[in-house]
């Protein structure tokens, strides 16, 4: 999945892609580098962002993705949380719904997926981190609840991912634990996305200072490492890094089938 944020102010990329044409022209170069996904969001959900309202996310997406509909091959994911937005931006040509807060900041989302027969990726997330807690367990309980959200709603447990938001609502070492015990949240027998794509943990981890755009090579090696445990999907900025990573792990994983 390739990310497309055409937000003034996400951690990595805020400004880059906001214009009209800018935002067109990163997304085809996505989908030419190997993308199967296109997620476009238009509100930053980096630590401490400022939530913008619907009418402001709508006008940020709505026009490049209309535009995309038409020329992209590969499906379009609306990362959104608002059941207003995922409306229209199903309407306008989207076929994926990503909700950060996996169904529970507006449960009225689910029945926008359901009405257009579409998948969602349901990610685990919390206000603040509890570094107390069992994450993996915090997790199961969380998705339990989305999972009774999408099922009253209609959708069928096959369009439903899980995510267990690694990034968001965690503690360092609870990043670290829900990567590594991702085969417990692959064995409630969901597709598993994972995202770490460039994110601060990763710094952490090198030991070093390092600007969201250095941090490649720790960005592959955390979505190498969650391919082989399970993950179906990887949400990323670098595609054409991550497909040939990726097809190294293909290679062996198939081989050893």
């Given at each position: ?28 170069a ?7 996904i296109?997620?476009?969001?238009g ?8 939530p ?7 006008q ?22 608002k059941?207003s ?56 309980r ?7 959200i ?50 601060s943990?990763?710094?952490r ?5 390092t ?8 960005s ?20 054409a ?17």
């Amino acid at each position: 999945m390739g990310i497309l944020n055409v937000t003034p102010d996400s951690f990595s990329d805020g400004g880059l892609f906001a214009s009209h044409e800018a935002a067109t022209a990163h997304a085809l170069a996505l989908e030419q580098e190997g993308a199967d996904i296109l997620d476009i969001g238009g509100e930053s959900t980096r630590p401490g962002y400022e939530p913008v309202s619907a009418e402001l996310e709508q006008q940020r997406v709505l026009p490049v993705l209309s535009a995309l509909a038409a020329r992209l091959r590969v499906p379009i994911s609306i990362d959104t949380y608002k059941a207003s937005t995922a409306r229209l931006a199903l309407e306008a040509g989207a076929r994926i719904v990503n909700d950060v807060w996996g169904l529970q900041r507006e449960p009225e989302i689910a029945s926008v997926a359901a009405a257009f027969g579409a998948p969602v990726i349901v990610m685990h997330n919390r206000e603040r981190a509890d570094p107390a807690l069992d994450i993996v367990d915090e997790m199961r309980r969380y998705f339990e609840r989305s999972l009774a959200i999408a099922r009253r709603a209609g959708i069928p447990d096959r369009h439903v991912v899980l995510d267990p938001g690694i990034g968001f609502g965690k503690s360092p070492q609870q990043h670290l634990d829900a990567l590594r015990r991702l085969p417990e949240i692959r064995a409630l027998g969901f597709p598993v996305m994972v995202g770490v794509s460039r994110k601060s943990l990763l710094g952490r981890i090198a030991g070093r200072e390092t600007a969201p755009r250095d941090r490649l090579n720790a960005s592959i090696g955390a979505h190498v490492l969650a391919a082989t445990l399970g993950a179906d999907i990887v949400r990323v900025h670098d595609v054409a890094a991550h497909v040939e990573a990726l097809r190294v792990v293909d290679a062996v994983m198939e081989s050893a089938a």
